[in-house]
């Protein structure tokens, strides 16, 4: 399965949500949407899902239009919206055989389908709790549950990390993972960057609507790692020693305290980075910790961002 993008566009009034936006998903592929907030993000999603038509453009799947045919969409698209809509007098089984019914699914096939579900997204334990009682990681679980229910060929995940703590965050990073390794293509948005940097295939950059960025991680930081990073440094002692000596090493362009440890910026790629650390090492220093500041989609966000909204 293959969803295309085909040049988005969607204006409210005088506001451009989406300015000529095109990308890919595959099958079995993690994408990471990365944007500020307003940049056009959920817009892409919904219209994705069929809530929400463009003013220009389309997405096909496997060829097909999603506008023309959106009952296609439907029945090969999953969404997780950012957040579950308010239910208080429904359990979480009612709530899910709710919509397996709304699929037409049979009950013999209904019941074993959303008890695979629940085990799926750890719900096994809880289903008899009413949804208004759920903590905001259960009902992401829920949401995740709900959108799987007619097993989709592409599922669209709009910020479902959001607000959860950090069990949660892992439980559903890894949930991601098995659903893409069952072939599944994926859309997920998030501002926690360094997490999509961990699960994801490729990336995408939106900003006030314009696509910056799009390709597999290694592509688009490519450009990042040859002109330069920043690493920090942790050394158990003698941290200002370390600043005079790196400002004197060649390839390094700057080097400054920052609490306890030393941030310096590197020319080059990781073959400077590694020459760096080996003479650190060489000179005696002892060494505890020494990574990027940001990872590397993280340092490309904030160098072709400039955090405007609309």
């Known amino acids: 399965m293959r969803l295309e993008v085909r040049h988005l566009r969607r204006y409210y009034g005088t506001t451009r949500a989406l300015d000529d936006v095109s990308f890919a998903i595959e099958a ?5 949407f990365v944007g500020p907030n307003g940049a056009g993000k959920t817009t892409t999603m ?7 038509e463009p ?6 799947l496997d060829g ?15 969404y997780v919206p ?10 979480i089984h009612e709530y899910l055989d709710f919509f397996a019914r709304a699929y037409g699914i049979g009950r013999l096939r209904r019941e074993s389908l959303i008890q695979s579900l629940e085990e799926f997204t750890n719900l096994t334990g809880i289903r008899e709790k009413m ?16 959108a799987l229910i ?13 607000g959860l703590d950090p069990r949660a965050r892992i439980e559903l990073r890894e949930l991601v993972r098995v659903l893409a390794a069952r072939g599944k293509g994926i859309l997920i948005s998030s501002h926690i960057l360094t997490e999509l940097a961990e699960i994801c295939d490729a990336a995408l950059i939106i900003e006030q609507g314009r696509l910056l960025r799009s390709g597999s991680l290694d592509e688009i930081t490519a450009a990042e790692k040859a002109v330069g990073r920043a690493i920090l440094i942790r050394v158990v002692e003698r941290a200002p020693q370390l600043v005079e000596a790196l400002l004197l090493m060649p390839g390094v362009q700057a080097a400054r305290l920052v609490g306890d440890d030393v941030e ?10 590694a020459a760096l650390l080996t003479e650190i090492v060489r000179r005696g220093f002892p060494v505890h910790e020494f990574r990027p500041r940001l990872s590397n989609l993280e340092a490309v966000f904030m160098n072709v961002t400039k955090g405007d909204v609309q």
């Open 28 to 32: 079995g592929q993690i994408v990471g």
């Open 264 to 273: 310096v910026d590197v020319e080059g790629d990781e073959r400077a980075s």
């Open 64 to 78: 097909i239009s999603l506008l023309e045919h959106p009952e296609r969409a439907r029945a090969v698209i999953g």
């Open 46 to 52: 919904r219209i994705l899902a069929t809530l929400d």
């Open 150 to 162: 007619h097993d989709p060929q592409i599922l669209l995940m709009d910020e479902p990390a959001a």
């Open 82 to 91: 950012d957040s579950l809509p308010v239910h208080r007098d429904i359990t």
């Open 131 to 146: 949804l208004g009682e759920l903590s905001k990681g259960m009902k992401q679980r829920v949401s995740l549950a709900r």
């Open 55 to 60: 003013t220009s453009g389309d997405a096909l």
